[in-house]
Every structure is written in structure tokens, then in C-alpha cells.
């Protein structure tokens, strides 16, 4: 059973970084892509990064150049998602979804983290 775990979520002032990790938990056999979404009350579900198991990197004009989304070297099941500089309107919460294969499946599928909550005030 595949499952994605979040964490790093909270709360911050205007200006300051967090670091959100996601952990696919299950014997993970390969990863096509991975990317995080935000969601703030009222709004949409919207992609804010993504990453291809290939290296391809792409972001939403309003988190260019604040935030990183990387894959940890330690383990290749876990995604950061680094933000720096957050500003009020990045509150929301926000969720990881990966495209994986693993153990008990015949082909890749689709899995979301129950989503962390970030606060950034002003």
C-alpha cells in the first residue's frame, strides 16, 4: 500500500522560508513525476511546481524564484518543496501528488499527501 506523508507546514512572518517534505511510503519501484499543489479557502487546487523523473522543472509565475522543488538525495522517495521569501498570499494548503509505480500495482498511478497548512502573515 503506497501512502504520502507530509510535513513542514506552519506558520511564518513575511520573509521567512519553510521546507515541505513528502515521504512515499511502500516498496516504490519508479517515480514519472512529482509536483506540489496549493489550495486556499475559496480557491481552486492549483499546481505550483512540478518535476519529472527525467530533471524537467517547472514553476507558476507567482513562486519563480522563491521556491524549489527537488528530490532528496538521501532518499529518492521523498520531495522538498523549499520556499523562501513567502509573502501572505502564499498561504494555503498545500499538498504533494506523485506519479509512481510500486509494489502491488501493474502500472503507474496517482497519489496525494492529506495536505499540510501554511500561514504566512504579514
Known amino acids: 500500500q503506497v501512502q504520502l506523508v507530509e510535513s513542514g507546514g506552519g506558520s511564518v512572518q513575511a520573509g521567512g522560508s519553510l521546507t515541505l517534505t513528502c515521504k512515499a511510503s511502500?516498496?516504490?519501484?519508479?517515480?514519472?513525476?512529482m509536483g506540489w499543489y496549493r489550495q486556499a479557502p475559496g480557491d481552486k487546487r492549483e499546481l505550483i511546481a512540478f518535476t519529472t523523473g527525467r530533471g524537467y522543472t517547472n514553476y507558476t509565475d507567482s513562486v519563480k524564484g522563491r521556491f524549489t522543488i527537488s528530490r532528496s538525495n538521501k532518499d529518492k522517495t521523498t520531495v522538498l518543496l523549499q520556499m523562501n521569501s513567502l509573502k501572505p498570499q502564499d498561504t494555503a494548503v498545500y499538498y504533494c501528488?506523485?506519479?509512481?509505480?510500486?509494489?502491488?500495482?501493474?502500472?503507474?498511478?496517482?497519489?496525494w499527501g492529506q495536505g499540510t497548512q501554511v500561514t504566512v502573515s504579514s
Open positions: 501528488n506523485l506519479d509512481l509505480w510500486a509494489r502491488g500495482f501493474s502500472s503507474y498511478q496517482n497519489f
Open positions: 511502500g516498496t516504490i519501484f519508479d517515480i514519472n513525476s
